[in-house]
């Protein structure tokens, strides 16, 4: 009988602990080993769109802070929801990017040069015109804040004085 009450606490606590890595196992959804989930994510990230996603071409692109890896994660995600009119959230990252340092000018220009694109047009039945690249919006915002300026010098609005308090 003495060993009996010791044996118990011990099989509820080791009962216990096995319950409680059930829930992180049904919540995972994959049940390969962190290290073949790792390799597969990398896989994947990679060949979606291409190495790191542009944020290498962008650092070459552009010099200062709005070439920085957190500045254009940051920044292209702020310019896509402005462009979703989804202002709370756009503003929360806005929030970020100026605490990591980032120019709030080259938001401006790069969603400035979104809109001036204006609306995509939808190809017929979803088919791209042949050595035409598919526009959407993550490929535009790209082109966006790489070369945020416009394509011809003689599109840029002519600025006016007569409001200068506005500017």
């Known amino acids: 009988m003495g060993f009996f009450p010791r044996l118990l606490p ?5 009962a216990a602990l096995s319950f409680s890595a059930l829930p992180a196992l049904a919540q995972s959804g ?9 390799q597969s994510g990398a896989a994947g990230e990679s060949g979606k769109n291409g190495p790191k996603d542009g944020l290498a071409e962008a650092a070459t692109a552009l010099n200062g802070p709005a070439g920085d890896a957190e ?12 462009w ?22 080259h938001i401006q220009a790069t969603f400035r040069c979104v809109v001036r694109q204006g609306p995509f047009e939808k190809a017929p039945e979803g088919k791209t015109p042949e050595g035409k690249a598919p526009d959407n919006l993550n490929s535009r915002v790209h082109a966006c804040w790489v070369n945020p300026g416009p394509a011809n010098p003689q599109d840029a609005p002519a600025t006016t004085t007569a409001n200068p308090a506005r500017r």
């Not at 011990?10 to 080791?14: D, H, M």
């Not at 979703?84 to 000018?105: Q, W």
């Open 71 to 82: 500045c254009v994660w940051l920044g292209r995600r702020v310019v896509s929801l402005l």
């Open 30 to 38: 994959e049940l390969r080993p962190p290290d073949q989930q790792s």
């Open 10 to 14: 011990a099989a509820l606590c080791a």
């Open 84 to 105: 979703r009119d989804d202002l709370d959230t756009a503003f929360r990252h806005l929030d970020l990017y100026d605490r990591f340092g980032c120019p709030a000018s």
